[in-house]
């Protein structure tokens, strides 16, 4: 989920595919991670969170798996629909009130 | 509710003038921040606050300035806007200021500063 520039990566899957979306997060003492998808023009919206004592949380069709040895995060969605096109951060706690965010991954459902 | 609303949605400023982004929520929460966000860069926090009265810098805070006299208001200030302030920028709260716990955000206040 590594952003480059002003080029956001992107993911493109088939309607109906899972899709999994990476992130790489840099701090190990990091306790809580949250996932946010914003569309166009719109604020980002919360998905799903996982505690440090974690490493894997489902929700509603989202899954979030954390794998603190190589402090990386992945969002998977089942069954990918043309409304979770849209761009996806990660964010870290990482100093007890401050919610850093990652660069962002563009997901794009094609029909 | 209406949730975090966030005013004026658009301004256009030129450089020097100052102005004030406001942002109110109606959900009783402890904790209000302001982001920016710029192409690929993803959000950046620029100050936050924990509660009525107290506030701190985020990883952004130059140019910018916050007071926090009430639970529900958290105004940003630009008090001399130059280019690079040329952002979309974004308020969002949570119910407590302990780190953890979803952050609602506002529909976003877009500045460009000529």
């Known amino acids: 989920g590594e952003s480059v520039g002003l080029h956001l990566p992107t993911l493109s899957v088939q309607e109906g595919d899972n899709s999994i979306i990476n992130c790489a997060y840099s701090?190990?003492?990091?306790?809580?991670f949250i996932w946010y998808k914003q569309e166009s023009g719109k604020g980002p919206q919360f998905i799903i969170d996982i505690r440090s004592n974690m490493d894997k949380r489902q929700g509603q069709r989202v899954t979030v798996l954390l794998n603190k040895t190589v402090k990386h995060l992945s969002l998977q969605i089942a069954a990918t629909q043309p409304g979770d096109s849209a761009v996806y951060f990660c964010a870290e706690n990482n100093a007890g009130n401050m919610l850093t965010f990652g660069g962002g991954t563009r997901l794009m459902v094609k029909p | 509710n209406a949730g975090v609303t966030q005013t004026p949605k658009f301004q256009v400023l030129k450089t020097g003038q100052s102005m004030t982004l406001q942002c109110a929520q109606d959900?009783?929460?402890?904790?209000m921040s302001w982001y920016r966000q710029d192409p690929g860069m993803g959000l950046r926090l620029i100050h936050y606050s924990v509660g009525a009265g107290i506030t701190d810098q985020g990883e952004v805070p130059n140019g910018y300035n916050v007071s926090r006299s009430t639970t529900e208001d958290f105004p940003l200030r630009l008090l001399s806007a130059a280019p690079s302030q040329t952002s979309v920028y974004f308020c969002?709260?949570?119910?407590?200021?302990?780190?953890?716990?979803?952050?609602?955000f506002g529909e976003g206040s877009r500045l460009t500063v000529l």
């Open positions: 959900m009783n929460h402890e904790y």
């Open positions: 969002a709260s949570r119910l407590t200021g302990g780190g953890t716990g979803e952050l609602f």
């Open positions: 701090n190990s003492a990091s306790d809580y």
